[in-house]
T-cell receptor, first 116, second 115 residues
Framework: AQTVTQSQPEMSVQEAETVTLSCTYD???????LFWYKQPPSRQMILVIR??????QNATENRFSVNFQKAAKSFSLKISDSQLGDAAMYFC?????????????FGKGTKLTVNP | DSGVTQTPKHLITATGQRVTLRCSPR?????VYWYQQSLDQGLQFLIQ???????AKGNILERFSAQQFPDLHSELNLSSLELGDSALYFC??????????????FGPGTRLTVL
């Protein structure tokens, strides 16, 4: 079974600075998807960024980018120019491309605090 | 707003009781997923339905059951409730397993408190 590990329960960053959240995963599959979700205090789960395993190019969405290292099974999220609104729980998630289910496997999350 | 609706937003009940959580997917989405978020277990997949049929089952207790109706809305039934069932229950929906990302859109969740 696949597992996702987020080794940083909490992180903090100064407003306008850059922060990187770590995520590693364990799988025997070669084709899969990886996601970062944000959960602000409202509890809504919001997709931040996504990556296909067979694409070597790292995904980027505005101030959010990932560093995808397939061999190392690492998928870190970089937030540039951090804003107060970025404060939230961030969850890394894995999804197999194997047929039968599209379930997401989540890590335990990293709580990000943004200091003004 | 993701387009996924869940009712009720909050539910307070007693041990041993039974409750029903309801989810309406985004227009056009065929798959519905249920996830449980608790402090000790984190976010866990419970069950997935696709076009009315059960597609995958995760760590769902036998006391829990779900179904997806012809109009594609879904209900999660929780019975013989225990204190440990207190959690945030999310519903998510996605268009079609054949799509590349088949992105899941999450509802606002139902906060269940068992006293």
């Amino acid at each position: 079974a696949q597992t996702v590990t987020q080794s940083q329960p909490e992180m903090s960053v100064q407003e306008a600075e850059t922060v990187t959240l770590s995520c590693t995963y364990d799988t025997s599959e070669s084709d899969y998807y990886l996601f970062w979700y944000k959960q602000p205090p409202s509890r809504q789960m919001i997709l931040v960024i996504r990556q296909e395993a067979y694409k070597q190019q790292n995904a980027t969405e505005n101030r959010f980018s990932v560093n995808f290292q397939k061999a190392a099974k690492s998928f870190s999220l970089k937030i540039s120019d951090s804003q107060l609104g970025d404060a939230a729980m961030y969850f890394c998630a894995y999804r197999s491309r194997r047929g039968g289910s599209e379930k997401l496997v989540f890590g335990k999350g990293t709580k990000l605090t943004v200091n003004p | 707003d993701s387009g996924v609706t869940q009712t009720p937003k909050h539910l307070i009940t007693a041990t041993g009781q039974r409750v029903t959580l309801r989810c309406s997917p985004r227009s056009g989405d065929l798959s519905v997923y249920w996830y449980q978020q608790s402090l000790d277990q984190g976010l866990q997949f419970l069950i997935q339905y696709y076009n009315g049929e059960e597609r995958a089952k995760g760590n769902i207790l036998e006391r829990f059951s779900a179904q997806q109706f012809p109009d594609l809305h879904s209900e999660l039934n929780l019975s013989s409730l225990e204190l440990g069932d207190s959690a945030l229950y999310f519903c998510a929906s996605s268009p079609n397993p054949g799509l590349v990302y088949n992105e899941q859109f999450f509802g606002p969740g139902t906060r269940l408190t068992v006293l």
